[in-house]
């Protein structure tokens, strides 16, 4: 008796393992004690089930996989199912959990990146201002200059140094192309303008300052775009029409005569077309330099542009 009261008092305890071992220990007595005996071995494996599910059970609170697994081992195989589906469940929740975390910290550090490399762009362009507002007003020279002592002021500051390297470069060339098409404009030479105007708008977008200054070259390229577009039509060279008709309506969509130009040249494109399938037999080289022509021409998705390219190519081995 001494003996199954120390049994329960383990099992109060807790102490199931212990239990279990001086339940063995226990003598042999009455029939009384061993119905005693038998009623505690039933209690012990009972409590013992109760306790092992009860520490599963707060085991979910910690949401440590590691944790909970080996618990659910020490279950009876008739308590483990239901509990490793919950755990199936919450590993798959910590792995959503993981990929929005890891997104959340990829969105983080884009932002935080983006953020940066804004400030980076405002602090360089506040150290050219004076640059800047010296080439907005036309002084060229002073502009190159002032580069000199933005150098002198952020000598540390690498992007800084390559960019006013880079201006003082720009700029001379720019004024060199934008001085020559203006002479050009003032010669009513619309035509030779194109050339001299397109170098002026491809540096003053490399320059990249902002100001008026871009939207006047974009309106002089334009009209002397067409102006070449319409030279170029009249001459026969098409391509070179297209090329300017194209980029004349680019800068200045709402230009009725580039579009009426760039109209014609598909009309035109449209009879080289007939001209080089008529001659694809007889002179297969010249067909195939006219279908070129018909390819560079005809405005994109045409039907003779398709054609074109579906004959040049059954000409070319």
């Known amino acids: ?18 239990a279990r071992a001086k339940l063995e220990a226990t003598p042999q007595g009455t029939a009384k004690t061993d119905d005693l005996r038998r009623k505690l071995a039933t209690e012990l494996e009972e409590q013992d089930i109760a306790w092992r599910l009860q520490q599963v059970e707060e085991s979910f609170a910690s949401r440590d996989p590691e944790t909970i697994r080996p618990l659910i081992s020490q279950l009876p195989p008739l308590n483990r199912p239901a509990y490793e589906v919950k755990l199936t469940d919450l590993e798959a929740e910590l792995a959503k959990e993981a990929q929005d975390a890891s997104r959340r910290n990829r969105n983080a550090a884009a932002r935080a990146a983006e953020l940066a490399k804004e400030r980076r762009k405002e602090f360089i362009a506040e150290a050219f201002a004076d640059v800047e507002r010296r080439f907005n007003g036309g002084d060229y020279q002073r502009a190159v200059l002032e580069c000199d002592r933005v150098m002198d002021k952020h000598r540390a500051e690498k992007d800084v140094k ?11 060339q720019f004024r060199r192309a934008l001085e020559d098409g203006q002479k050009k404009l003032d010669a009513n030479s619309l035509e030779a303008a194109a050339k001299p105007l397109r170098r002026a708008a491809a540096l003053y977008r490399q320059i990249g300052f902002r100001g008026s200054l871009g939207n006047s070259i974009d309106e002089q390229l334009a009209s002397s775009s067409l102006a070449a577009g319409q030279s170029a039509l009249k001459k026969g060279d098409l391509g070179a029409a297209g090329a300017h008709f194209r980029e004349a309506l680019r800068l200045n969509p709402g230009d009725g005569r580039a579009r009426e130009g760039l109209e014609t040249l598909q009309k035109k494109a449209e009879e080289l077309f007939l001209r080089a399938y008529i001659q694809r037999d007889r002179d297969p080289q010249a067909a195939a330099e006219m279908f070129k022509v018909v390819i560079e021409t005809a405005s994109e998705g045409s039907d003779v542009k398709r054609k074109a390219e579906m004959y040049l190519s059954e000409l070319q081995p």
């Open 162 to 172: 390559d960019r006013a390297l880079a201006l003082k470069r720009l700029i001379p």
């Open 1 to 18: 008796m001494t003996s199954l009261d120390a049994v329960r008092g383990l099992i109060e305890e807790k102490q199931f393992d212990e």
